[in-house]
């Protein structure tokens, strides 16, 4: 049975586990019947014209894990960013484990969305906020929302500063000989709030797995969110990441990806403005070799005045990789005063490795400045002689070159301690001891 016949022949059994008369009945229906009419995105859909799925839809994945898979601290302990105090929402092939997690009540509602969507204290906030920005139309968020019941929920109360950040990390056991996973996350945060949170999706082992996550964000009046998305999983994790942020007046959120591992990764990022003097900040960093794919679709919608956008993502090729830069700006007639920069830049380290970009910009105000820019190459020839020149070594010369490309976007974390450990991954994809004191 092809994966799309078997999830659909699942729903009803599926709803019935969770409750076939709960408010969320409808949304599911629509959700599954928009999933069964489109079936999966293929290379036909302009938004997928270089991304194909077909090799990733041929494994036979279990929709649902079989059993209750337990791991120990020991086993997992170098994902966790153990440097810092954390709160930390853990899940094992899809279920919540108590055991690994720490969460808190300390004014702020750190949660399940299995509990929110089913208790009756969090309705209001559920028939507010759930599936509100959320795609209707886009076929594998539909299937998500078809099948939501677990992930993270995050609401933090009007004026909160969460001193610590947010872990939410999804682990696979590989007890499954392939998996299929759906989180789905709903983030609210107050007015004037502020809050850090940092998401991965990690395998234990070398089975299939295939994650198609959502994630919801409300920030509300001069809320500031900055969450960031550490994609460094074995070459057999598969991922789709969506996510869709709602933005208040003068409200500041930022979303940093770093996407190292993986065999084929889609990031589709969504933000709508909803008031005047938002500020938003997509960043990302790409480091992938092998046959790896990993393809960022971007959307920033200017709908009200007075509002900036900043895009910067740096992308570094090896062997046979393959990368993908789709980012739209799109500034509608009463965005008037706009300020959008997107940047896009691509070094390739070798002959077999591709680059697709496609910048976008669609302007329907006149007083608005607006700029993108995308450069492809390879390493400066010239600056790698000047440095061997002077007794560095080839090899650690193209890494600080590299480091050096991609650091306008590693400064920009506020988390000294992500910020470490983001810079160890690196030089660890680049194969050199950079010398900084990690």
């Known amino acids: 049975m092809e994966l799309k016949e078997k999830l659909i022949s699942s729903f009803m059994a599926f709803e019935e586990q969770i409750d076939v008369h709960s408010d969320l009945h409808d949304i599911r229906t629509a959700a599954i019947k928009n999933f069964e009419h489109k079936g999966?995105?293929?290379?036909?859909?302009?938004?997928?014209?270089?991304?194909?799925?077909?090799?990733?839809?041929?494994?036979?994945?279990?929709?649902?894990?079989?059993?209750?898979?337990?791991?120990?601290?020991?086993?997992?302990k170098?994902?966790?960013?153990?440097?810092?105090?954390?709160?930390?929402?853990?899940?094992?092939?899809?279920?919540?484990?108590?055991?690994?997690?720490?969460?808190?009540?300390?004014?702020?509602?750190?949660?399940?969305?299995?509990?929110?969507?089913?208790?009756?204290?969090?309705?209001?906030?559920?028939?507010?906020?759930?599936?509100?920005?959320?795609?209707?139309?886009?076929?594998?968020?539909?299937?998500?929302?078809?099948?939501?019941?677990?992930?993270a929920y995050i609401n933090i109360p009007k004026s909160k500063v969460v001193e610590k950040p947010i872990e939410i990390i999804y682990f696979s056991t590989g007890k499954e000989n392939a998996l299929m996973l759906q989180p789905r996350n709903l983030v609210i945060v107050g007015?004037?709030?502020?809050?850090?949170?940092?998401?991965?999706?990690?395998?234990?082992?070398?089975?299939?797995?295939?994650?198609?996550?959502?994630?919801?964000?409300?920030?509300?009046?001069?809320?500031?969110?900055?969450?960031?998305?550490?994609?460094?999983?074995?070459q057999s994790a598969n991922l789709v990441d969506n996510t869709y942020i709602s933005q208040k007046q003068e409200s500041r959120v930022s979303v940093h990806t770093f996407s190292f591992g993986g065999n084929i990764t889609r990031n589709n990022l969504n933000f709508y403005h909803f008031g005047e003097r938002i500020d938003s900040t997509l960043k990302g960093i790409t480091i992938i070799g092998n046959k790896q794919h990993v393809d960022h679709y971007t959307l920033v919608h200017h709908a009200t005045p007075n509002c900036e956008s900043h895009q910067n993502y740096k992308t570094i090729l090896a062997d046979s990789a393959t990368g993908?830069?789709?980012?739209?700006?799109?500034?509608?007639?009463?965005?008037?005063?706009?300020?959008?920069?997107?940047?896009?830049?691509?070094?390739?380290?070798?002959d077999k490795a591709t680059i697709n970009a496609k910048p976008q910009l669609e302007i329907f105000a006149d007083d608005v400045k607006c700029s993108h820019g995308c450069t492809i190459g390879q390493l400066d020839e010239t600056a790698m002689f000047y440095m061997q020149q002077r007794g560095i070594p080839k090899k650690e010369a193209k890494a600080l070159l590299m480091y050096a490309f991609s650091n306008e976007?590693?400064?920009?974390?506020?988390?000294?301690?992500?910020?470490?450990?983001?810079?160890?991954?690196?030089?660890?994809?680049l194969g050199v001891n950079l010398g900084f004191d990690l």
């Open 409 to 429: 976007v590693i400064e920009s974390i506020k988390i000294p301690e992500l910020k470490q450990r983001i810079t160890k991954i690196i030089a660890t994809k």
């Open 191 to 234: 007015e004037n709030a502020h809050v850090q949170i940092i998401e991965r999706h990690q395998s234990l082992n070398e089975n299939p797995v295939l994650t198609n996550s959502v994630t919801e964000i409300f920030a509300q009046k001069r809320a500031i969110v900055d969450y960031y998305k550490i994609q460094n999983d074995l």
């Open 40 to 76: 999966f995105p293929t290379k036909k859909e302009e938004a997928w014209k270089y991304t194909s799925l077909n090799s990733v839809l041929k494994n036979d994945y279990s929709v649902f894990p079989k059993h209750e898979n337990a791991i120990e601290f020991a086993e997992v």
């Open 324 to 350: 993908v830069f789709n980012g739209k700006i799109y500034v509608e007639k009463e965005a008037q005063k706009t300020d959008a920069f997107q940047q896009n830049n691509n070094i390739l380290l070798g």
């Open 78 to 151: 170098k994902y966790f960013l153990h440097e810092i105090d954390t709160y930390k929402v853990i899940f094992v092939d899809g279920k919540f484990t108590s055991f690994l997690s720490a969460t808190t009540h300390d004014g702020i509602d750190v949660c399940l969305m299995s509990s929110a969507l089913n208790k009756p204290k969090y309705k209001m906030v559920i028939d507010e906020y759930f599936n509100k920005i959320a795609s209707k139309d886009e076929s594998l968020t539909s299937l998500n929302t078809a099948f939501a019941n677990e992930g």
